[in-house]
């Protein structure tokens, strides 16, 4: 989207946030001097959040009521072209907010986050680093619940906890890149600054922060060399730095030690005062210990099942090679989408008979 061209007009006092024209949108994102990718990105947000303001009846109040994280002030500061935050980020809270409620209109409440035996021994597990300050390693198969109890966690506490993702090496500069998401995960707005700028400021975040949750930590397997070193650096000298917070390092179907210790071998990386500040357990979840009330508690969601299906299920929770909440989800989603297009009634024979597709489908790859 190229704001070059918009119509640079006053918004009128006292307009209602239902009432602002596309127009006087781009003209707001003009104002701020978004470009590209970015205006797109921030105007599609916001042309929705005015559209379901007229559908509601809403004010820019009850809109920032709605969600969470963003203020009245935010909301008509932005829509005015004078918000001095992070537009992007706040964008981002908009489109999540929106498909929330998406969700929730169409799965009910099928999409709340539920705590599971499994997701109970990792809430328990980031609690004891909150409070220990060491370096915690979890690693096991995808689609096991890390993310999502981690992701939980990080927005119940989010006054002291802080969560980033490793993105692939699609550039020069990985760490760079991560640098930035640890500044956007610490509330900065990172537009047009410079990286040490950025440390900087980041610095200054972390004396209030008691945990840091890193996720795809397996991500760096791909990374150059010499961005692995400087992240690995700067996990040890600013992140954990000497004790000052914890630290869970997530990482999926590869192990944090063997994954060092290859670094180490290829680089001559010394892995060793990193290590000396780990926990003495790496700690790993296996599909085949999910427990049979962690897929009652998911498939409750939907619907009560009878006791011969949920064993059905759970059996092929904890097969090997193919379990996992993932799976137990995809079919329980693609039950309640028949229940939902043909209008019948969700029961133990259409998720079994759901469930015969997926393992035929499995067998036949």
Request: with cysteine; aromatic share 8%.
């Amino acid at each position: 989207m190229n704001n070059d061209n918009a119509i640079p007009f006053k918004i009128p006092r006292g307009l209602e946030l239902a009432e602002r024209t596309d127009a006087m949108i781009a003209a707001a994102i003009n104002k701020a001097g978004l470009k590209d990718e970015k205006a797109e990105y921030c105007a599609s947000a916001m042309y929705q959040i005015r559209d379901l303001a007229a559908q509601e009846g809403w004010g820019a109040k009850r809109i920032a009521d709605a969600i969470k994280g963003v203020s009245a002030s935010t909301v008509s500061t932005m829509y005015n072209g004078t918000y001095p935050g992070n537009w992007v980020k706040t964008c981002q809270r908009f489109n999540n907010f929106l498909a929330a409620r998406e969700a929730a209109r169409v799965y009910g409440r099928m999409d709340a986050f539920v705590q599971t035996r499994i997701g109970q021994g990792l809430w328990r597990l980031l609690e004891r680093t909150k409070y220990n300050h060491r370096i915690q390693l979890l690693e096991s198969p995808e689609q096991l619940g890390k993310t999502r109890v981690s992701s939980e966690y990080a927005r119940q506490e989010d006054s002291r906890t802080i969560k980033v993702t490793c993105q692939d090496s699609g550039t020069s500069s990985p760490f760079s890149l991560f640098l930035r998401d640890l500044a956007e995960a610490c509330g900065l707005s990172t537009d047009h600054a410079k990286i040490l700028d950025i440390s900087f400021r980041i610095r200054n975040i972390l004396d209030n922060i008691d945990l840091i949750i890193i996720d795809e930590f397996h991500k760096l397997d791909d990374w150059p060399d010499k961005a692995v070193k400087a992240f690995l650096d700067y996990l040890r000298t600013e992140l954990h730095a000497d004790g000052a917070r914890g630290i869970v390092l997530i990482s999926t179907n590869r192990a944090i030690h063997t994954q060092l210790s290859a670094f180490s071998r290829r680089s001559g990386y010394n892995t060793g005062q990193l290590l000396g500040r780990c926990c003495n357990d790496a700690r790993s979840i296996d599909p085949a210990d999910i427990p049979i009330e962690d897929v009652a508690a998911l498939v409750n969601r939907y619907y009560a099942p009878g006791k011969r299906t949920l064993n059905k299920l759970h059996q092929a929770v904890i097969e090997p090679g193919i379990g996992h909440f993932g799976f137990l989800l995809d079919i329980l989603d693609q039950a309640w989408a028949e229940h939902k297009l043909n209008e019948q009634p969700m029961t133990d024979t259409l998720v079994e008979e759901c469930l015969k597709d997926s393992l035929e489908s499995i067998k036949n790859r």
